[in-house]
């Protein structure tokens, strides 16, 4: 139920402030407005402001919205009011009110960020867990622990890093860019001097923002210590003499520096007796624990036998809170609507070129998923969660493609170079052709949603 709420939710503010940008420049070209409605089909609520001519309504269907305008070419158009026509307006106001729709979803992003940014919220400190093995990061020098202060790609200058959320958006950046990152590290405690570490993403081939990306460079997620939480009855843990709240200091001869590491050596254990080195109410133990084998089938693979010891591993990783004023949350919430609308482009461009894959498309079902998930972890995940969906949307409707508003700005763009507008032979071709274009588009994401949802 909390799904399906966050998503009709989510629909209904996000196409109502695209169709409200539509309506609202509009009027400001004096273009009479006929209808405003959200959703299609058969209206379930109409009603009329008093003395105004626009009838709002709310449709059966509401997967999307329109502003109906005076228009000669959709019926004809009393004489006395033609000049309040759509077609009737000088170029420059009918591309005004195209671009207004997807503005507005880019102005709301802008609004959402800056009201998390305000808000303030809790994101992991950039403490490095220890690297995967032969990953970019243990190449370069990191052995885990380290706190990230700050970072440049290629030769820049360095900017200042308040959390791993910023690191792990400065890495994709600069990986989808191919540009090697600087990294100025120093041990968390402080007692060792900064140094600066160079990533080579640029040895990266076609990255793609994933996992897989992300294991390449060895970076997976924050600094986790490696301590036990629940142990369960009956497993390897309880029998070998482990409790809840056992910080795990070596596995064997190798040094455990975080929970991650501790989890992937239980992994590839192999059911193995090794001797534990924990630590305990300030006491140092040594205890034998053979984990137990279990079965395991990733998506697509093979089944494999993982190691299982029947505890919790891995603590939570140390919070930072974030929170900006007025005029810098502003500022904030604006560069990073910029940064993910670039991001967006750079991506749909790589897409088409086929240097990055078609299973990045999400369609509806996954954002519901995520309106769910989202809306259960708090108000500004959910807050989060609308701003990325609204920058998607603006960015959407600005592809050149006929049916979207970018697809008029490209009729408007020819009429502004030649003098005269696309032809109806032209038009029909091309819309046509843009909803071919659409309707593969569409097919391709429901069918990513439903891989990924059954996977």
Known sequence: MLTLLAFVLALGLLITIHEYGHYRMALACGVKVLKFSIGFGKPLLT???????TEFCIGMLPLGGYVQMLDEREAPVDAAE?????????????????????????LLAVLLYSAVNWIGYQEPQAVLARPLAGSLAERAGLQGGELVTEAAEGDGEMEPLQSFDDLRWQLTQAALKGQNLRLRVQASDGA????????????LSSPEPDAQMFRKIGLLGPLTRPVLGRVMPEGAAQEAGLREGDLVLRVGDRAVVDGQQLRDLIRSSRGEPELWQVQREGQSLALTVKPQLAQESPRGQPVIEVGRIGAFVGAAPAQVLRRDGAWDGLVRGAVKTWDISALTV?????????EASLKNLSGPLTIADYAGKSAALGLTSYLLFLALISVSLGVLNLLPLPMLDGGHLMYYLWEAATGRPVSDVWMDRLQRGGIAVLLTMMSIALFNDVTRLLG
């Open 192 to 203: 060792a001097r900064p140094r600066e570490v160079t990533l080579a993403l640029s040895e």
């Open 82 to 106: 033609r000049h309040l026509a759509f077609n009737r307006q000088p170029l420059r106001s009918r591309a005004l009110v195209v671009v207004a729709g997807p503005v507005a979803n880019l």
């Open 47 to 53: 009603w009329h402001r008093p003395g105004k001519p």
């Open 346 to 354: 750079a991506m749909m461009g790589k897409m088409l070129v086929g």
